[in-house]
């Protein structure tokens, strides 16, 4: 598609419950990027890929935490045991190449409401 | 001491004003820097960007001022516009990662 696709857009779950959150890179970008946003806040980096490898996941904040891009291009992330704290706006981002320079495209990101 | 802009968390402006968003930075090794516009309910989207060999760079409508001596960034917009209403983000860069600024909600009156 013509830019980067996340799923749900909305997504409500009771405490404890694990979730599941997708994001559809634009095609052909090498990387993807993670964001957690809380209300009022910038974005907060979490994981970074390069194809399928996870080069970097110094942000998540938990082991809870987890995400995944198998084949290169979609991404999952999941949180198990989801607590209050986790409620944020999650942003997906994709670039054609590792570095910043090369331009990142936001998603509109999945609103995550733990009740 | 030079003088640098405030931060403002919210900045209300007239439409056909010209507006100034200012933002402090952390890392002395970052070596890009970028403008995000965010309207409710969408991610982030790319305005304009300076690298650290730069000073100043023009866009449409739109200027970033760089300071790199004491760490700040600023955005001016030219004949604000409805449009415009939004909050704007600062992000600076060292390799492949982003690290955003305290965000700065503007509001055009009419």
């Known amino acids: 598609g013509a830019g980067v696709s996340q799923s749900p857009r909305y997504k409500v779950a009771k405490r404890g419950q694990d979730v599941a959150l997708r994001c559809d890179p634009i095609?052909?970008?090498?990387?993807l990027f993670w964001y957690q946003q809380a209300l009022g806040q910038g974005p907060e980096f979490l994981t970074y890929?390069?194809?399928?490898?996870?080069?970097?996941k110094s942000g998540l904040p938990s082991d809870r935490f987890f995400a995944e891009r198998p084949e290169g291009s979609v991404s999952t992330l999941k949180i198990q045991r989801t607590q209050q704290e986790d409620s944020a706006v999650y942003l997906c981002?994709?670039?054609?190449?590792?570095?910043?320079?090369?331009?990142?495209?936001f998603g509109s990101g999945t609103r995550l409401t733990v009740v | 001491g030079e003088s640098v802009g405030l931060h403002l968390p919210t900045l209300s402006v007239q439409e056909g004003d010209n507006s100034i968003i200012n933002c402090a930075y952390s890392?002395?090794?970052?070596?890009?820097f970028i403008w995000y516009k965010q309207e409710s309910g969408k991610g982030p989207q790319f305005i304009i960007d300076?690298?650290?060999?730069?000073d100043k760079r023009q866009g449409q409508r739109v200027t970033v001022l760089l300071n790199k001596t004491v760490k700040h960034l600023s955005l001016q917009i030219a004949a604000t516009q409805p449009g415009d209403s939004a909050v704007y983000f600062c992000?600076?860069?060292?390799?492949?990662?982003?690290?955003f600024g305290a965000g700065t909600t503007v509001t055009v009156r009419a």
């Open positions: 992000a600076e860069s060292y390799d492949y990662k982003l690290s």
């Open positions: 890392n002395s090794a970052s070596d890009y």
């Open positions: 095609s052909g970008h090498v990387s």
């Open positions: 981002a994709s670039s054609p190449l590792g570095q910043a320079s090369y331009g990142y495209t």
């Open positions: 890929f390069q194809n399928e490898a996870q080069l970097d």
């Open positions: 300076i690298r650290s060999n730069m």
